[in-house]
């Protein structure tokens, strides 16, 4: 197996292909089934979306610096993994909450994305020092 910043680049790439279609899923939906999608439902399929395309790309960012952070490799490994958990989490949450959530109140979903923020932002933090302390 290669190093992290080789081999999940790639699976970022990857995941933007599952963005792609569910970009094609919305546009079905609001174009031909808007009726059945509901409001309450469009709003967090676009949240869901626009957060898992916004995420992939900033993950994309960080592994290109994640070289210049002077971490081990498990640390990369660790960071890297933990940042892409976090893409999937804040964005699944949103999709979560459409499937099972109700309009005004808490659902796994919701706390799925809170969860998926805290494991963006530990990843993020952990980039911050590694590269002040390079």
């Given amino acids: 197996m290669g190093q992290a910043t080789e081999v999940l680049p790639v699976i970022a790439l990857a995941s ?3 963005v ?3 970009g094609h899923a919305l546009l079905r939906f609001v174009t031909t089934d808007r009726e059945k999608l509901g409001e309450f439902r469009e709003r967090f399929f676009r949240a ?3 957060h898992a395309g916004v ?3 900033l993950s994309l960012v960080y592994f290109l610096y994640l070289p210049r952070a002077g971490l ?7 960071a890297g993994g933990v940042l892409l958990a976090g893409v999937l989490a804040q964005s ?7 499937a099972v959530g109700r309009q005004g109140a808490r659902s796994p979903g919701t706390m799925l994305t809170r969860g998926g923020g805290l494991l963006l932002a530990a990843a993020l933090i952990a980039l ?7």
């Fill in 16 to 18: 933007v292909v599952t």
């Fill in 20 to 22: 792609e279609f569910g």
């Fill in 48 to 50: 869901g979306h626009a």
């Fill in 55 to 57: 995420l992939l790309v």
């Fill in 72 to 78: 081990s490799a498990g640390l990369e490994w660790l």
């Fill in 92 to 98: 699944g949450g949103f999709f979560l909450h459409l």
């Fill in 128 to 134: 911050a020092v590694g590269l002040a302390a390079a």
